[in-house]
């Protein structure tokens, strides 16, 4: 099985950027991609896509575990139109994540 890396900036500053790793076996087999935020703690995964549990599903990492809404299954596409639906979405949504994470991290300080 052949890997692909690849990384690029969502922002000028570079502290917002997607991670996408895709695995071939005559052709597309799996991906995962990932928007990073650089904190002061460093590189914070807040949104995931990849099919981990065993389907394809987007995962809201800066929500609590076990809430709702923290994992989405992805819809019966196939595998490359679903990598390009992950990484259109995040393109268009990080500054959403973004604003989402921060207001999380607000109403969960002791």
């Known amino acids: 099985m052949k890997e692909e890396y ?3 900036p969502l922002d000028f500053e570079g502290l917002h950027f997607v991670r996408i790793i ?3 076996e005559k052709g ?3 991906f995962v991609v990932i928007y990073f935020a650089i904190e002061r703690n460093g590189r914070m995964p807040l949104v995931t896509y ?3 549990h ?3 599903h987007k995962d809201l990492r800066y929500l609590p575990r076990g809430s ?3 994992k989405m299954k992805l819809p019966d596409f196939s595998v490359k139109d679903l990598l390009a639906f992950a990484i259109e979405d995040v393109h268009r949504n990080w500054q959403k994540y973004y604003s989402e994470y921060r207001h999380e ?3 969960t300080k002791p």
């Open 54 to 56: 065993g389907f394809f």
């Open 68 to 70: 709702i809404g923290r």
């Open 50 to 52: 990849d099919s981990s």
């Open 22 to 24: 895709a695995r071939y």
């Open 6 to 8: 690849s990384e690029y």
């Open 105 to 107: 991290k607000e109403a």
């Open 28 to 30: 597309l087999a799996d």
